[in-house]
């Protein structure tokens, strides 16, 4: 329903698009996509929107940079382990 309020085909498609780089260019790729929507679905919170807009419209809000930001120092922590193991 958001793609097509959007006027786009496929929401997914600039993840896909950069992680198909990411394979062909050798260079790793933190994917939050799938991950934030599994913890928003089971948290039954927003990671977009603010008190004076609607939720889950327009940037991240504090919830949603606070996630990606653990996330993102988990991925990291596991790369740099792997690149000490190697």
Same mark, same amino acid.
Do not use: C
């Given at each position: 329903?958001?793609?097509? /309020?959007?006027? $786009?085909?496929?929401?997914?498609?600039?993840?896909?698009?950069?992680?198909? /780089?990411? =394979?062909?260019?050798?260079?790793? $790729?933190?994917? %939050? %996509?799938?991950?934030? =929507?599994?913890?928003? &679905? =089971?948290?039954?919170?927003?990671? &977009?929107?603010?008190?004076?807009? =609607?939720?889950?419209?327009?940037?991240?809000?504090?919830?949603? &940079?606070?996630?990606?930001?653990?996330?993102?120092?988990?991925?990291?922590?596991?790369? %740099?382990?792997?690149? &000490? $193991?190697?």
């Amino acid at each position: 329903a958001r793609a097509r /309020s959007l006027g $786009v085909a496929d929401l997914k498609e600039p993840q896909r698009r950069i992680i198909a /780089s990411a =394979q062909r260019y050798g260079f790793p $790729v933190i994917d %939050l %996509l799938e991950p934030m =929507q599994e913890i928003a &679905h =089971q948290d039954r919170v927003f990671f &977009h929107g603010f008190q004076n807009t =609607q939720p889950a419209t327009g940037h991240w809000n504090d919830i949603g &940079h606070a996630t990606a930001g653990k996330l993102i120092a988990q991925e990291l922590a596991k790369l %740099l382990k792997n690149k &000490h $193991v190697q």
